[in-house]
């Protein structure tokens, strides 16, 4: 589902009383429905509300629903049969993340226009070739395309040209020429970049070329400054007393928090564990006691490693599949037979059997719902179609592959069998990181040497 036009600017509309036969609520756990052509039962809420332009009943649509690849929302669409006007919106229906994400999309083609965006009120959109930003909290959320962002920017700048040429008929003639250029961004005469950048995290660029790797699209995850955190209404931590040191080792800690299905009270458990041949890790699994979700999660129990770690795997028979493996956040995933490849971030911590990677990997590309139902692409699902059953023979052990285990931060593992002796089918490399590699890990702005000395004269 997608809303490309533009939004008029002006008061939001009033919540009035529920319509006389309001749409039977579905139960608490199916509340957020993956988006999907097929589900009849996924209808919008409309509720009468108080038109702002003409004060006459209009009416709100509300759709509460699930982004594939990414999380829930709630659109909003307003409609007035009285006098026309419209507008509609999205808000993010879940938490602030914990950081802050930043897309930055090379578009080329008529294709790269059609991308799905889910834009939030925070998110700053930017085109470095015009010189051109739309800063944070100016604009609504929207769920739209590329296309329908320019559009969008173009029905903003256009809005008020006639008082504008009244008035400043300079400002308004230089305008008139920036519209003609925003105008050329959509019959894309030559290529450009579309950056979008939120604090909040909850803002997201559709990737068509699911599953192979998007290299149009460069996806960087970031820690908020001061700026940004008081920016998004949150406020920094205290600084705590540290306590007397503890082994934690032999103890499972519990802690309080929310289901991310429900979002009803559940606990996390957390446990730190020492992995053989390799480092400390800490295990955190999340129980839901109402709608039976569960979740696993691994964080790295130390530092960044000086070097990265590049582990190639071939795997030959059934039974290198029940290898254990840990996949942290900041590992990347590959199969060269597949031309698969799974960025860094995507699913997470891990802590697993090679094979429950495999699987999780194809539950993840073949249940996308937008290459799913009418609007999905043939060529698109045959790709997946075949995709899927390339996977499967590896998983019985009829197609031997390589599967490739790229970590800038060496904080991932796989098994050695034969350890401590080196492992005839597993190659193990460990190289010095690019520039970029470390600027993702905020590793470029961390001084740990001589910084007293860089103080010194600021005293």
Not at 101 to 106: E, G, I, K, Q, S
Not at 282 to 298: K, P, Q
Not at 315 to 329: C, M, Q, Y
Not at 334 to 352: H, Q, S, Y
């Given at each position: ?29 199916h509340l957020f429905r993956p988006i999907s052509a097929e589900d009849e039962e996924q ?111 173009i029905s903003g700048l256009e809005q008020d040209q006639p008082t504008r040429r009244a ?293």
């Amino acid at each position: 589902m997608a809303a490309s036009g533009a939004v008029e600017p002006g008061a939001a509309a009033a919540t009035a009383a529920p319509s006389p036969a309001p749409a039977q609520a579905p139960a608490p756990e199916h509340l957020f429905r993956p988006i999907s052509a097929e589900d009849e039962e996924q209808q919008p809420t409309e509720i009468e509300s108080l038109c702002m332009n003409c004060y006459h009943n209009g009416t709100t649509r509300l759709l509460l629903t699930k982004v594939p690849f990414f999380r829930e929302i709630i659109v909003s669409s307003f409609s007035c049969e009285h006098c026309g006007w419209n507008n509609t919106e999205i808000h993010s229906a879940g938490r602030i993340q914990d950081q802050g994400v930043r897309y930055a999309l090379t578009v080329r083609t008529q294709e790269d226009m059609n991308r799905e965006v889910v834009k939030t009120d925070s998110a700053t959109t930017s085109i470095p070739e015009l010189d051109f930003e739309i800063p944070a909290f100016t604009q609504k959320g929207a769920l739209t395309t590329v296309e329908g962002l320019i559009s969008r920017a173009i029905s903003g700048l256009e809005q008020d040209q006639p008082t504008r040429r009244a008035n400043e008929e300079a400002v308004a003639e230089r305008i008139d020429e920036f519209i003609v250029r925003l105008k050329e961004l959509k019959r894309v005469a030559s290529p450009f970049t579309l950056i979008i950048d939120d604090p909040s995290g909850n803002s997201f660029v559709e990737n068509p070329h699911a599953p192979q790797k998007d290299h149009a699209l460069v996806i960087t995850h970031y820690n908020r400054t001061v700026q940004q955190e008081e920016m998004l209404g949150l406020q920094a931590e205290a600084p705590e007393e540290k306590p007397e040191e503890e082994d934690l080792r032999n103890e499972v800690l519990q802690f309080n928090t929310n289901c991310p299905e429900c979002n009803a009270p559940a606990q996390t458990n957390m446990k730190l564990v020492q992995i053989p041949h390799f480092k400390e890790v800490i295990i955190m699994a999340t129980n839901c006691d109402s709608c039976g979700h569960r979740t696993n999660e691994v964080k790295s129990g130390g530092a960044v490693e000086p070097l990265g770690t590049r582990i190639t795997f071939h795997i030959t028979h059934p039974s290198d599949l029940t290898r254990d493996v840990l996949k942290s956040e900041t590992c990347s995933v590959e199969i060269p037979e597949l031309e698969f490849e799974l960025g860094m971030a995507v699913l997470g911590g891990k802590f697993t059997t090679l094979e429950g990677l495999l699987k999780d990997i194809r539950e993840l590309v073949t249940k996308n719902p937008f290459t799913l139902g009418d609007s999905s692409n043939p060529g698109q699902m045959e790709k997946l179609r075949e995709f899927s059953q390339k996977l499967d023979q590896i998983l019985e052990g009829n197609v031997k592959a390589h599967f490739i285990m790229n970590d800038p931060a060496g904080n991932s593992y796989l098994q050695n069998v034969y350890a401590p002796e080196d492992d005839p089918e597993m190659k193990v490399e460990h190289y010095k990181r690019t520039f970029d590699q470390n600027e993702e890990l905020g590793l470029n702005d961390m001084k740990t040497e001589g910084y007293e000395t860089g103080l010194a004269p600021q005293r």
